[in-house]
Structures are given as structure tokens and as C-alpha cells.
Nanobody, 125 residues
């Protein structure tokens, strides 16, 4: 069974950058489709970005297009979410999720099997 561990969260000023990491332990990252999600207090979970297994198709939700970049490092079994030009409304608990041999790119949480514990990102001056 794969385990997901997120890291990289913290306090960042508006306009700043942050890189989140999601380490998949136990399996090759290329075999898994991975999504990044976030949930702010009192709000529903939102799908932010995804990368499919194998060919690595990528998708971003409109609110982060041009500011966030998803990538993966096969050697480190890690998927990254590089965030720039951060805004206070990006403040949330960020989760990564994975599903084996998932050749689609989805930001719907019900499509994923495994979830990490989350890492908090707070954008504030």
C-alpha cells in the first residue's frame, strides 16, 4: 500500500512562493496519477492540480493557472506543487492524493484511493 507524505507548507507573505512535496513511498511515482487538493476552514475541498500516470498529462484549476506548477521526480518518487504569486485566498490545508495506473488527470477527490495527511499553507503579511 502506498503512503503519501506532504511537506513544504508554512507561512508565506502575499506574492511569495512555496514548493510543496508529496512523497509516494512504496511504489514508483510514474505508476500513479496524483492530484493536489486544498481545503480552507469552512469551505469545501477544492481540486487544484493533477498529473496522470505514465504520460503525465497535467491540469490546473482556473484559480491557480499561471501561478502553480505541478511536476514529478521519478528518482525521488515525489510530486511537487510549485506555487508563486501566492494570495491570501490560497491559504488552506493542502493534500496530495494518488491512484495507481490512473491515466486520466482528475481534480475530483472521489477518483483517488490514497491520501496524505496534509500540509498547511498560510498566506499572510
Amino acid at each position: 500500500q502506498v503512503q503519501l507524505v506532504e511537506s513544504g507548507g508554512g507561512l508565506v507573505q502575499p506574492g511569495g512562493t512555496r514548493r510543496l512535496s508529496c512523497v509516494l513511498s512504496g511504489w514508483a511515482v510514474g505508476d500513479y496519477g496524483v492530484g493536489w487538493f486544498r481545503q480552507a476552514p469552512g469551505q469545501e475541498r477544492e481540486g487544484v492540480s493533477c498529473i496522470s500516470s505514465s504520460d503525465g498529462r497535467i491540469y490546473y484549476t482556473d484559480s491557480v493557472k499561471g501561478r502553480f506548477t505541478i511536476s514529478r521526480d521519478h528518482a525521488k518518487n515525489t510530486v511537487y506543487l510549485q506555487m508563486k504569486s501566492l494570495k491570501p485566498e490560497d491559504t488552506a490545508l493542502y493534500y496530495c492524493a494518488a491512484r495507481k495506473y490512473f491515466y486520466s488527470c482528475s481534480v475530483h477527490g472521489e477518483d483517488y484511493t490514497y491520501w496524505g495527511q496534509g500540509t498547511q499553507v498560510t498566506v499572510s503579511s
